[in-house]
């Protein structure tokens, strides 16, 4: 099975990349919609709250795990990996997303996402490490995950909120970066407000670099089920 990790709905739209890239694999998700939102916490906190729920993974059985949470992979996949769980898969959506970029050749790509993704710099860094001359524009949009996370998708509200935000960027850039995944919940208004710019989401660009892993890695693809099923779990019953 392949395991994806998210602080509640966001990471879905991930796993829907992924299954309709991998439709043939085994998924189980894992929300922990008890704490949501983690995108307004301190960076203690999110990185204590990934770790609790990877953790929770690995102890039912994970043997991949996908976090599919900008915020999450932000502030813990690091440690994660070279710390906590050295002999563990753990990926996260950033470095994928950030991959994106400069393969576009873009030459000023804006990033919206939560307050701690941008104080984090997570695209700018990640970016920066391969090419310091495409410029990355980080804008927090906190209002835009609780709305989402009560069902709140389209209408005026949701138009006004990703108005605001999107008129602080700079009026040259050429992408736009989903940097929270909840945010394809609202591409569509995105689009409508800014129909010039190419619209890069982590989510999916998380899927096709998983698919060509797989390809690299067969003795990892081989231990992975196929029946297609889906198995969601949650922190707090819905």
Known sequence: MIWFFDSW???L???????????EYDYIYFGDNAR????SLDDATI???TEEGVEFLFNQGATIVILACNTATAHAIRYLQQ???PDRKILGVTIPGAERIIEGWYSKVGVLATESTVRNRAYKDRVHIIDSTIQIQEIAAPELVPLIESGVFEGEIIAEVLQTHLAKFDTDIEAILLGCTHYPYVRS?????RPDLDIIDPGYESAKKFASYLERHPDIEAKIGKGGNLKEIWSKKI
Do not use: D, S
């Not at 739209?13 to 439709?23: A, S």
């Not at 949501?36 to 995108?39: N, R």
């Not at 208004?189 to 407000?193: F, R, V």
């Open 9 to 11: 709905i966001g990471g």
């Open 36 to 39: 949501c939102p983690y995108g």
């Open 189 to 193: 208004t995105i689009e409508q407000i």
């Open 47 to 49: 990185r204590q709250y």
């Open 13 to 23: 739209t991930v796993l829907h990349e992924f299954r309709k890239i991998l439709p």
């Open 83 to 85: 710390v906590r769980f």
